[in-house]
């Protein structure tokens, strides 16, 4: 009997013991946290990011899964770790993640978007990368495009609500004014529809950032290939609300620390984009 | 919340449309017309069809619903538009299509055809209905008068299956102006997407939808106004009635009136 009443208070003992260590080494982890988030992520337990998640390499679902894969994926989830919480990333347009942001859809955008004085006036940035944008052709480059200037006259396609987007209307502008055909842009919800639109022969040029157009052309050599130079390189950063300013010290300090312990390096050494490192 | 709204922006585009708008605006027109013109032609060709002695050609137009309407239109509009391409290995749409009058955009051309062929499934259901609801005594007493089937359907049958056609054509339409939007994920700037492209770099996502949304009722407005004078046209013989077009400018709201008189109608 005793016996067997000890064995009962060990296993309620084990029962009550084994959580509150569970608990006892979550809670040490978060006290690891390298960086304090705000308040509510805390609580939360997880910090949420806005993602366009149709741009590979940076934010793309990996073959056969609903897994969001990519270097944006990876360098958002150490900084989740770094603040000792995890990350989520919820897919939203382009066009549509600064909105999303604003009426609190989530905590954080990163979804390779640059930095720009526009979108400075609705949101914080936190820049990690610095990336230039690149013409994609079909291979063989059959139209002869070499660089900006052999636009006119071309259909590009881009992404909607991209820098990329806004820098052709800028060259449009250039072109009027020189009394040059115009290029004719036509302009894609999803990054993977402008890139589908040169390979099947609807455009003849795309128009995106460097890492993304590299990785395109890594997935289907036989289509397509750079044409010309990069340019205009622009910093890449995450943004956050305004009025947040606690999550953007914190978001700051962990890619900071980032660059510092090499795991930067390493998530972009791992996606081929070691070249667009902030520091080097 | 409502003060958060920057009203003068929504009015800036209610009431100074720019080129670009004007340009998109009729896109969603044109598209939308000719779409349903596809659609009420392949509806009434396959509606035949199915009424057809040749067993293929009833086969064909059941199948033909059953594809085009058990799929998403907005599957039908990437198969016709990159699809076909990657299919096909050749261009089935080139990039651009010209009518010797006119050339159309290649993408606007695809969303046409791909509206079109979708539309036409549903119309040929109504079609159907509208055909069925004639009575069987109505072709044996033209038959039994020495007329033979294409005379009898011209004359006798299609003339009293408009009257049940048109109100859910009138429908179709009504909602094809809306449907159009999607052709904008091939990279067609309608309405919608003119909308979409200027609040990407505006970001005052409520200003501009809002905007939006009230041109797409005044194009529904206008719609259901014409839609209403051709009822009117059919009905006419049968009721003899003849009202003014202001008249009619109220029936289109008939349900905003109901509400205010409590619905008692």
Request: glycine residues 8%; aromatic residues 10%.
């Amino acid at each position: 009997m005793r016996n067997s009443r000890v064995g009962i208070v060990s296993v309620c003992a084990a029962a009550v013991l084994v959580p509150l260590g569970l608990a006892g080494a979550v809670s040490a982890r978060t006290a690891a946290a390298r960086v304090q988030p705000p308040r509510e992520i805390k609580s939360a337990g997880k910090i949420v990011y806005c993602s366009d998640i149709t741009y590979p390499p940076e934010e793309f679902y990996g073959k056969g899964t609903t897994h969001p894969e990519g270097s944006d994926i990876d360098i958002g989830t150490g900084v989740a770790r770094l603040m000792g919480v995890k990350a989520q990333f919820d897919n939203t347009g382009f066009d549509g993640v600064i909105p999303a942001l604003l009426s609190k859809k989530c905590n954080a955008i990163i979804s390779g978007m640059n930095d720009t004085a526009q979108r400075r006036k609705q949101v914080g940035f936190v820049d990690y990368l610095r990336v230039g944008q690149s013409l994609m052709v079909k291979k063989g480059n059959p139209d002869y495009i070499n660089g900006l200037a052999s636009l006119s006259g071309k259909t590009v396609s881009v992404e909607l609500g991209t820098t990329n987007a806004a820098f052709l209307e800028k060259e449009n502008q250039k072109l009027s004014a020189q009394h040059k055909a115009q290029i004719t842009i036509q302009t894609f919800p999803k990054d993977t529809d402008a890139a589908t639109a040169l390979k099947t022969g609807r455009v003849q040029v795309y128009f995106g950032d460097s890492p993304v157009v590299a990785w395109y052309i890594k997935q289907d050599k036989s289509s397509f290939a750079f044409a010309g130079q990069p340019i205009n390189p622009i910093p890449v950063g995450i943004a956050v609300r305004r009025n947040d300013p606690q999550l953007h010290t914190a978001v700051q300090k962990a890619i900071r620390i980032m660059y510092r312990n090499h795991s930067m390096t390493r998530i972009l050494a791992k996606w081929h984009m070691t070249a667009f490192a902030l520091h080097k | 919340m409502l003060a958060v709204v920057a009203w003068h922006v929504v009015w800036q585009r209610i009431a100074h449309p720019d080129h670009a708008f004007a340009l998109a605006l009729w896109r969603t027109v044109y598209i939308s017309v000719a779409a349903q013109l596809i659609g009420v032609c392949l509806g009434l060709i396959t509606a035949l069809m199915r009424m057809s002695r040749l067993r293929v050609l009833r086969l064909v137009s059941g199948a033909y619903v059953l594809v085009f309407r058990g799929t998403p239109v907005i599957v039908q509009i990437f198969f016709v538009y990159f699809g076909a391409n990657l299919l096909f290995g050749f261009t089935l749409i080139p990039n651009t299509v010209n009518f010797g009058l006119f050339a159309l955009n290649g993408a606007v051309f695809a969303g046409i055809v791909a509206l079109g062929i979708n539309e036409g499934a549903y119309m040929r259901e109504i079609y159907r209905a509208g055909i069925d609801a004639i009575d069987k005594g109505q072709m044996e007493a033209a038959k039994s008068l020495g007329m033979t089937y294409g005379l009898a359907m011209r004359r006798i049958i299609l003339p009293q299956a408009a009257r049940v056609i048109i109100p859910p054509l009138g429908n179709e339409f009504n909602n094809m102006l809306k449907t159009s939007s999607l052709v904008f994920f091939i990279g067609v700037t309608e309405l919608f997407g003119d909308a979409e492209i200027r609040n990407s770099t505006a970001f005052q996502p409520v200003e501009y939808f809002t905007a939006v949304a009230f041109w797409y009722l005044v194009l529904t407005t206008i719609w259901s106004v014409i839609q209403a004078q051709i009822e009117r046209a059919l009905a006419r013989e049968e009721r003899g009635d003849q009202i003014s077009f202001r008249e009619r400018v109220f029936q289109a709201w008939a349900p905003v009136a109901a509400w205010r008189t409590g619905g008692s109608r």
